[in-house]
């Protein structure tokens, strides 16, 4: 018969007692092996996925959504590298976007399931058409929110990481810029450790206000935070 635990603390476990561990496999890195026990103990992904969300990157929108007020019933949204939707997904819930009524439009190389009330194209948004195709999915209108959670793959190397994500940023601004409805906002996932001066003089000439945040479902031991830009002027001229 196996012994009863007794004494302090007996019969109770701890956070560290119940934190899945995975073993590694023969075929499996190192790496994969941690990021596949990360996801397993990470309480937003198990939200996620009780909630119906694509994603524990939805969290992250709803989260900057609760403190800067981005998202309202009727505004149109660009969602700049979607996949796999749970941007999109939050989005279409707070507008009030449906299949009827589309006013989420969602783009990404990769492939994604449908989403009611987003429509999305499988398409990389760096290439020249890419951004037409968007506002004529958006039926010739412009969006009040043009949102990016785009990365490209991450290479180890902090500075190369952040020059890298930093070209994706430029790219997703001067859209915003160009396209945005006045009174309009942009965010987008930059790296800790600055945003560029260029570009962050040009938001602050064309927005009321600019804001660096890291929501609190964003990994602590992640350099990744968001730039959140309110307030669109219109397309200030130097």
Do not use: C
Not at 110 to 139: S, Y
Not at 171 to 200: C, M, R, S
Not at 204 to 214: D, G, V
Request: glycine share 8%.
């Amino acid at each position: 018969m196996p012994e009863i635990p007794t004494g302090k603390g007996a019969g109770r476990r701890t956070d560290r007692d119940l934190k899945v561990r995975v073993k590694t496999a023969r075929k499996r890195k190192l790496s994969s092996t941690l990021w596949l026990e990360r996801q397993l103990n990470d309480p937003y992904v198990a939200r996620a996925r009780a909630e119906g969300y694509k994603s524990r990157a939805a969290f992250k929108l709803i989260e900057l959504n609760e403190k800067y007020k981005l998202l309202r019933k009727g505004m149109r949204v660009v969602d700049l590298g979607a996949a796999p939707g749970g941007w999109s997904q939050v989005a279409a819930g707070v507008t009030g976007s449906t299949d009827e009524h589309p006013l989420i439009v969602g783009i990404d190389y990769l492939e994604m399931d449908p989403i009611p009330g987003v429509i999305l194209l499988q398409k990389d948004f760096t290439e020249d058409d890419a951004p037409q195709m968007l506002i004529d999915a958006l039926g010739g209108h412009r969006p009040d929110l043009v949102m990016s959670d785009m990365a490209s793959p991450t290479t180890g190397h902090r500075a190369t990481d952040h020059l890298r994500i930093m070209h994706l940023v430029e790219i997703a601004a001067d859209f915003a810029i160009q396209v945005l409805n006045p009174g309009g906002a942009f965010i987008a996932k930059v790296f800790q450790g600055g945003t560029e001066h260029q570009l962050l003089h040009d938001l602050k000439r064309n927005f009321n206000s600019t804001f660096h945040a890291k929501p609190p479902s964003s990994r602590s031991n992640s350099a990744e935070a968001y730039l959140v830009a309110k307030g669109f002027k219109g397309r200030q001229e130097e």
